[in-house]
């Protein structure tokens, strides 16, 4: 395998490893009465009993709203990764109802899953943090398109640094977090040309952490509203950033309860943002819902969970990847009057 790391990279994993240290804690209104509220649904899921879910990193809704997880199917987080790819299926389809699987793909194609997404044409792209690429898949799982050279680093227009998410837009568009490694943000045109970036986090990361505002520490979720706003989840400075689609800076909320902020997804029909943080030294995550200008509405606890990515029905049903317990939770929403 050739990999050429990037001058600073290793100090990047060795932080990310470590984890940031302890925050204050700020007093948020949890969930009550006068909001909606959300109600777990226990036994979804419905596997097998002899079906092992992997570290599920990536989530999507497709066009029937079903779930399409992007799982590592028994790889433990390495890095540099094996050489040799996964040989299990690493996407599942499920369905939304009965929490069955309705597909199961992906064998042999990747070496460390992340991020996935869904784009309006049900197509599926994925991001591989040991590959270096996104890759794109009809919904027949047949690969349709590369971005990156596989397994090398680099940060220009056509290499990447463990790029951890995909975001489209309805033009054809698409914007990736990239990522561990260089904390920025790239925009391509539909046809895969670079069209600019944005964020950067210096090469002595002592001296620059990349929390300036448009800057990353970690781009590790995105996606985009209607008016395609631009949502960042900028996970070693705890923080959301929201973008126009030019990638000018609007908004920011820094969290202050926890220690990273994983992933964010947009609700279009009610018009929230949903995110996911983890708190290192209480090992839990908390699932957050703002409005679209990043004013937080509501947040519920959820002990001994490690969420890493979320996404949104079209009926506002969250659903959470957890690494810890190599499990997928379904939420329901539950309307207040």
């Known amino acids: 395998m050739k990999y050429k790391p990037l001058g600073f990279f290793y100090i990047w994993i060795i932080l990310l490893a470590i984890g940031c240290g302890q925050s204050k804690e700020k007093k948020i209104p949890e969930e009550n009465a006068i909001y909606d509220s959300y109600k777990l649904v226990e036994d979804w899921p419905n596997l097998t009993e002899d079906y092992i879910l992997g570290m599920p990193t990536g989530l999507g809704i497709d066009s029937e ?24 299926n690493t996407i599942l389809t499920i369905d939304r109802e009965t929490g069955k699987i309705l597909k199961s793909w992906g064998s042999d194609l990747f070496l460390m899953p992340h991020g996935l997404e869904i784009d309006r044409d049900n197509n599926i792209w994925v991001t591989d943090v040991g590959l270096q690429q996104i890759l794109k898949f009809n ?62 986090n210096g090469p002595d990361y002592k001296l620059n952490r990349g929390d300036n505002e448009g800057e990353f520490n970690t781009p590790h979720g995105i996606d985009l509203d209607k008016n395609m706003n631009v949502y960042i989840a900028d996970r070693e400075n705890n923080r959301i950033q929201k973008f126009d ?76 990847g957890d690494i810890a317990g190599n499990k997928i939770q379904k939420f329901l929403l539950v309307k207040s009057e």
């Open 139 to 200: 919904q027949d799982g047949e690969l349709v398109r590369v971005i990156g050279e596989a397994t090398i680093l680099g940060n220009d227009s056509i290499h990447f640094s463990l790029p951890t998410d995909v975001a489209g837009a309805p033009d054809g568009s698409f914007y990736v977090s990239d990522g561990y490694g260089n904390s920025r943000v790239v925009k391509y045109s539909k046809d895969n040309s670079f069209l600019f970036e944005w964020g950067k």
């Open 245 to 320: 689609s030019e990638g000018n800076f609007i908004a920011v909320w820094q969290n202050k309860s926890a220690h990273q902020l994983y992933s964010v997804a947009v609700d279009h029909k009610n018009n929230h943002l949903l995110a996911i943080d983890y708190d290192s030294i209480a090992k839990a995550s908390k699932i957050f819902r703002f409005d679209l200008d990043l004013n937080l509405d509501m947040q519920f606890n959820n002990p001994n969970t490690r969420y890493h990515d979320i996404a949104i029905d079209n009926e506002g049903t969250i659903y959470v």
């Open 65 to 88: 709203s079903n779930i399409v997880v992007f799982h590592r199917a028994g790889r433990p987080w390495s890095f540099p990764p094996p050489e040799e790819k996964i040989k299990k």
